[in-house]
């Protein structure tokens, strides 16, 4: 079974509108009535500007919500069918002062995020080199002033050479920052580009007044216009280096995509390089044939046709461990050929290969949020003016109050100015000279603009969930969001269905209990060494085979598989019905057969012995599923069929009960035939849910959530797919039915049960960064403001200078993507 036969399906489920939404608009449209947009914003700085773009994208007409990444820098946008053009969309932004353009799927093209980070650090890379020489000369000329340079003048401390550095500087390689903060205000979203713009152009104009008019007594401080956008320059480009990392996994999968196939006409002809014709990967077409040779990737999702060869699936399982293919096998594109050539039959091209819509799930997650991120986007919306008032109070109040209660601290008696140096040194220098109120009080109001960092609020989920869905998809877990990181770190109880999930879903006829015509039971057990069948539990094999060739439950398969295996020939069967959960009733030979529970056949008035239901008690207390079998109103007897636990099941219950989590079975089978594999699990028959129906599951997970447990539902059929939507977190294998997968939150390539560990490991740790981050960045501006505004001045003398605020609030952004990255460092990967 292939993971999400429709990447339609799953845009439609990972929707903004559905579970993706970070903002909305007031209209509920229906699901089928919307579809989606995806757009690449650029010029986003913070968090500011991300509400900013999602205030403007909802307010367009005709979107009914919209969710945007920072990291990533793309929106995605529910939109009613055929009301919005994305170029007009596109437009709306760049006008607005964001450069967007629609990211057009069905061109085959797709935008790397690593290679656009690549692009913005190598365009930064001379800012930062002449910024950083206009650092080391500003600070010279500085330090110079209490050093052997104040005894001997040169033009190094010259204060009309550090009015012409710190206007290279501006005019240089902080004009983008300048530009695009006054913009911000002129737009009314200022941005934290307007916060360091304000700054340092008020430090630059506070001095060059100083320097005009001396008179005035001012003090000139040309350094720290220079020094703050030094720092922020290489915060910058620390931090964009930070998040090429963060998207690295990411870049990683949409590079698996090879972009040549070799196509040839006939398959059956010598396998050789010499043979085909070479062309884009996205022409291929559905049903032609492509060569891949020892060494290449598969360009396409296919079967295999001539050949065989081992195929690394790393890439997309995790699995290291190369999976032999043979005639008939299913291959998918992105993975490695190995050892031999093989010819394969395109099946899925473009957009519908697993590989495509593995990149599309795991894009689409990196944009959901987790809920906590709300809390971080309202602070966002109102942080720089918020910033702006807190500076204008600071310089209010120490203007007209504090330097009136205090005059000392104009004096520079024990105050200490924490400087650009101090800041990477840890050290301040006494201030030895008068200060005015005036260049106090704006030291001070500056210090707190730039000190204050959303940028910070605004990373703190995105590059967790970037990094933390990456390394997941790397190791073969597929996470749909952020808003399942956060569920998954709340759960308590953990549900396993049964069959094909705890067991390996493929049932083995292993005894047959026939009516004789005698009336005795003949019971027969059917393994390798097993005697020929007799008459009776031949024909009994034959008529349940021929019932259940209509069904594609496992338990049908086992009877139908074990027939052919005995080489009996299996009667046309025809008039089909199932009953789910009880059994399944078709005419065969003109007679009407049913094979199911004894419950169902005697409400339709067929009596089972007490004989019959001794022998079948002592095989379900084994761990066996009977079904009784009838024709024309008499009971013929009863299979047995038992489902093998998988190899991991013990190691993947006793892990998840380390990590402090229940582990509870679900299964329709009776109670006594489970309780063999629950006893092997060491499950208390409390942590037992047996005889559920189909349409109970969902019922027996909500009975546990109103019991106050937290619940993760782990199944793979389409009778699961109720419970998995129900639970809190849905758990789907790979090989599980398409819309079992579509209701899971989480998916398991592999389908290794272990995995279930893993994932919730993974999700706990990528949740725990985003409190982490967000603790952070918060305490940050929680902090950091009050210090900068001199909350600490008048007891301790302290402060911080403008530079000193500009390189902490760069470390603080670029603290938040590094803590981020530290997921790809988890134990169990290595």
Same mark, same amino acid.
């Given at each position: 079974?292939?993971?999400?036969?429709?990447?339609?399906?799953?845009?439609?489920?990972?929707?903004?509108?559905?579970?993706?939404?970070?903002?909305?608009g007031?209209?509920?449209?229906?699901?089928?009535?919307v579809?989606?947009?995806?757009?690449?914003?650029?010029?986003?700085?913070?968090?500011?500007c991300?509400?900013?773009?999602?205030?403007?994208?909802?307010?367009?007409?005709?979107?009914?919500?919209?969710?945007?990444?920072?990291?990533?820098?793309?929106?995605?946008?529910?939109?009613?069918?055929?009301?919005?053009?994305?170029?007009?969309?596109?437009?709306?932004?760049?006008?607005?002062?964001?450069?967007?353009?629609?990211?057009?799927?069905?061109?085959?093209?797709?935008?790397?995020?690593?290679?656009?980070?690549?692009?913005?650090?190598?365009?930064?890379?001379?800012?930062?080199?002449?910024?950083?020489?206009?650092?080391?000369?500003s600070?010279?000329?500085?330090?110079?002033?209490?050093?052997?340079?104040?005894?001997?003048?040169?033009?190094?401390?010259?204060?009309?050479?550090?009015?012409?550095?710190?206007?290279?500087?501006?005019?240089?390689?902080?004009?983008?920052?300048?530009?695009?903060g006054?913009?911000?205000?002129?737009?009314?979203?200022?941005?934290?580009?307007?916060?360091?713009?304000?700054?340092?152009?008020?430090a630059?104009?506070?001095?060059?007044?100083?320097?005009?008019?001396?008179?005035?007594?001012?003090?000139?401080?040309?350094?720290?216009?220079?020094?703050?956008?030094?720092?922020?320059?290489?915060?910058?480009?620390?931090?964009?280096?930070?998040?090429?990392?963060?998207?690295a996994?990411?870049?990683a999968?949409?590079?698996?995509?090879?972009?040549?196939?070799r196509?040839?006409a006939?398959?059956n002809?010598?396998?050789?390089?010499?043979?085909?014709?070479e062309?884009?990967?996205?022409?291929?077409?559905?049903?032609?044939?492509?060569?891949?040779?020892?060494?290449?990737k598969?360009?396409?999702?296919g079967e295999?046709?001539?050949?065989?060869?081992?195929?690394?699936?790393?890439?997309?399982?995790?699995?290291?461990?190369?999976?032999?293919?043979?005639i008939?096998?299913?291959?998918?594109?992105?993975?490695?050929?190995?050892?031999?050539?093989?010819?394969i039959?395109?099946?899925r091209?473009?957009?519908?290969?697993?590989?495509?819509?593995?990149?599309?799930?795991?894009?689409?997650?990196?944009?959901?949020?987790?809920?906590?991120?709300?809390?971080?986007?309202?602070?966002?919306?109102?942080?720089?003016?918020?910033?702006?008032?807190?500076?204008?109070f600071?310089?209010?109040?120490?203007?007209?109050?504090?330097?009136?209660?205090?005059?000392?601290?104009?004096?520079?008696?024990?105050?200490?100015?924490?400087?650009?140096?101090?800041?990477?040194?840890?050290?301040?220098?006494?201030?030895?000279h008068?200060?005015?109120?005036?260049?106090?009080?704006?030291?001070?109001?500056?210090?707190v603009l730039?000190?204050?960092?959303?940028?910070?609020?605004?990373?703190?989920?995105?590059?967790?969930?970037?990094?933390?869905?990456?390394?997941?998809?790397?190791?073969?877990?597929?996470i749909?969001?952020?808003?399942?990181?956060?569920?998954?770190?709340?759960?308590d109880?953990v549900?396993?269905?049964?069959?094909?999930?705890l067991?390996?879903?493929?049932?083995?006829?292993?005894?047959?209990?026939?009516?004789?015509?005698?009336?005795?039971?003949?019971?027969?057990?059917?393994?390798?060494?097993?005697?020929?069948?007799?008459?009776?539990?031949?024909?009994?094999?034959?008529?349940?085979?021929?019932?259940?060739s209509?069904?594609?439950?496992?338990?049908?398969?086992?009877?139908?598989?074990?027939?052919?295996?005995?080489?009996?020939?299996?009667?046309?069967?025809?008039?089909?019905?199932?009953?789910?959960?009880?059994?399944?009733?078709?005419?065969?030979?003109?007679?009407?057969?049913?094979?199911?529970?004894s419950?169902?056949?005697?409400?339709?008035?067929?009596?089972?012995?007490?004989?019959?239901?001794?022998?079948?008690?002592?095989?379900?207390?084994?761990?066996?599923?009977?079904?009784?079998?009838?024709?024309?109103?008499?009971?013929?007897?009863?299979?047995?069929? !038992?489902?093998? %636990?998988?190899?991991?099941?013990?190691? *993947?219950? #006793?892990? +998840?009960?380390?990590? /402090?989590? &229940? @582990?509870? =079975?679900?299964?329709?089978?009776?109670?006594?035939?489970?309780?063999?594999?629950?006893?092997?699990?060491?499950?208390?028959?409390?942590?037992?849910? !047996?005889?559920? %129906?189909?349409d109970?599951?969902?019922? *027996?997970? #909500?009975? +546990?959530?109103?019991? /106050?447990? &937290? @619940?993760? =539902?782990?199944?793979?059929?389409?009778n699961?797919?109720p419970?998995?939507?129900?639970?809190?977190?849905?758990?789907?294998?790979?090989?599980?039915?398409?819309?079992?997968?579509?209701?899971?939150q989480?998916?398991?390539?592999?389908?290794?049960?272990?995995?279930?560990?893993?994932?919730?490991?993974?999700?706990?740790?990528?949740?725990?960064?985003?409190?982490?981050?967000?603790?952070?960045?918060?305490?940050?501006n929680?902090?950091?403001?009050?210090?900068?505004?001199?909350?600490?001045?008048?007891?301790?003398?302290?402060?911080?200078?403008?530079?000193?605020?500009?390189?902490?609030?760069?470390?603080?952004?670029?603290?938040v993507?590094?803590?981020?990255?530290?997921?790809?460092?988890?134990?169990?990967?290595?």
């Open positions: 079974m292939e993971v999400l036969q429709s990447v339609d399906k799953s845009s439609e489920r990972l929707s903004p509108q559905t579970a993706i939404s970070g903002s909305s007031a209209d509920a449209t229906p699901a089928s009535d579809e989606t947009i995806t757009l690449d914003v650029g010029g986003m700085k913070c968090a500011g991300v509400k900013a773009v999602e205030n403007q994208l909802i307010q367009y007409p005709g979107v009914v919500s919209a969710c945007v990444n920072l990291v990533t820098e793309v929106a995605v946008c529910d939109v009613k069918s055929g009301a919005v053009d994305p170029s007009a969309l596109a437009a709306k932004l760049t006008e607005a002062g964001f450069p967007t353009q629609p990211r057009y799927s069905q061109t085959g093209e797709t935008i790397s995020p690593a290679q656009r980070h690549r692009q913005e650090i190598e365009s930064s890379i001379w800012r930062l080199a002449i910024a950083g020489i206009l650092i080391v000369l600070g010279i000329g500085h330090f110079g002033q209490h050093s052997w340079f104040a005894e001997h003048p040169s033009i190094l401390t010259s204060f009309w050479f550090h009015w012409g550095l710190a206007t290279a500087t501006l005019v240089g390689p902080g004009r983008s920052i300048l530009v695009d006054f913009k911000g205000l002129q737009r009314l979203a200022p941005n934290m580009n307007s916060l360091v713009g304000l700054g340092a152009v008020t630059y104009t506070a001095s060059t007044v100083a320097l005009l008019f001396p008179q005035l007594g001012w003090e000139c401080f040309f350094d720290e216009p220079v020094m703050l956008l030094g720092f922020i320059l290489l915060g910058r480009t620390l931090e964009q280096h930070a998040r090429g990392r963060a998207v996994a990411f870049e999968l949409l590079s698996l995509q090879p972009p040549q196939a196509l040839i006939d398959p002809v010598d396998l050789t390089a010499d043979t085909g014709v062309i884009p990967a996205d022409r291929v077409r559905v049903g032609e044939y492509l060569l891949v040779l020892p060494g290449e598969i360009p396409v999702d295999t046709i001539v050949g065989k060869t081992t195929v690394d699936e790393s890439m997309l399982t995790g699995e290291a461990v190369p999976v032999p293919k043979q008939g096998d299913v291959v998918q594109a992105g993975t490695l050929n190995q050892s031999g050539a093989i010819a039959r395109a099946t091209i473009g957009k519908d290969t697993t590989l495509a819509q593995i990149v599309a799930l795991v894009e689409a997650a990196q944009t959901r949020k987790a809920p906590v991120q709300h809390l971080a986007d309202t602070v966002a919306g109102y942080f720089t003016y918020g910033v702006m008032a807190a500076a204008a600071t310089f209010l109040f120490w203007y007209f109050i504090g330097t009136h209660l205090w005059p000392d601290l104009l004096l520079g008696h024990g105050a200490t100015l924490m400087t650009h140096g101090a800041a990477v040194m840890g050290h301040g220098s006494m201030v030895a008068h200060q005015s109120p005036l260049m106090l009080s704006l030291k001070l109001a500056i210090a730039v000190v204050a960092c959303p940028c910070s609020l605004g990373l703190a989920t995105p590059t967790a969930i970037l990094v933390g869905t990456g390394v997941g998809a790397e190791s073969g877990l597929l749909k969001g952020g808003d399942v990181l956060e569920r998954v770190s709340s759960l109880a549900v396993f269905d049964k069959t094909g999930t067991t390996t879903g493929h049932p083995c006829v292993t005894d047959c209990i026939s009516v004789a015509v005698n009336g005795e039971l003949e019971k027969q057990n059917l393994s390798s060494a097993s005697p020929p069948l007799s008459d009776s539990a031949a024909k009994l094999l034959q008529l349940a085979a021929a019932a259940e209509g069904t594609c439950h496992p338990l049908a398969t086992a009877i139908v598989e074990e027939a052919r295996k005995l080489g009996l020939p299996i009667p046309p069967a025809e008039d089909f019905y199932t009953e789910p959960g009880f059994g399944v009733r078709a005419v065969v030979e003109g007679q009407t057969v049913l094979v199911g529970t419950d169902w056949l005697q409400a339709t008035g067929i009596s089972v012995g007490d004989a019959l239901k001794a022998q079948v008690r002592a095989l379900a207390q084994a761990g066996k599923t009977v079904v009784y079998v009838a024709s024309d109103n008499i009971s013929l007897g009863s299979i047995a069929v !038992a489902d093998a %636990l998988r190899p991991d099941a013990k190691t *993947a219950v #006793a892990d +998840l009960r380390r990590l /402090g989590l &229940r @582990v509870m =079975m679900l299964t329709g089978d009776r109670l006594e035939s489970t309780l063999p594999i629950a006893s092997e699990l060491l499950l208390d028959t409390s942590d037992v849910l !047996a005889g559920v %129906l189909p109970g599951k969902a019922l *027996a997970i #909500a009975t +546990l959530q109103t019991q /106050g447990h &937290r @619940v993760a =539902m782990i199944g793979d059929g389409i699961d797919a419970a998995l939507a129900q639970a809190d977190v849905g758990i789907a294998l790979h090989a599980a039915t398409d819309i079992a997968i579509e209701s899971a989480i998916i398991l390539m592999r389908d290794a049960v272990t995995d279930i560990v893993k994932s919730i490991q993974l999700s706990r740790a990528t949740f725990n960064k985003i409190r982490q981050n967000l603790f952070w960045a918060l305490a940050y929680t902090l950091g403001i009050p210090i900068a505004a001199g909350v600490l001045l008048p007891s301790l003398g302290f402060v911080l200078s403008p530079a000193a605020a500009g390189a902490m609030m760069a470390f603080s952004s670029v603290s993507v590094t803590n981020s990255l530290l997921l790809r460092r988890l134990p169990w990967r290595r």
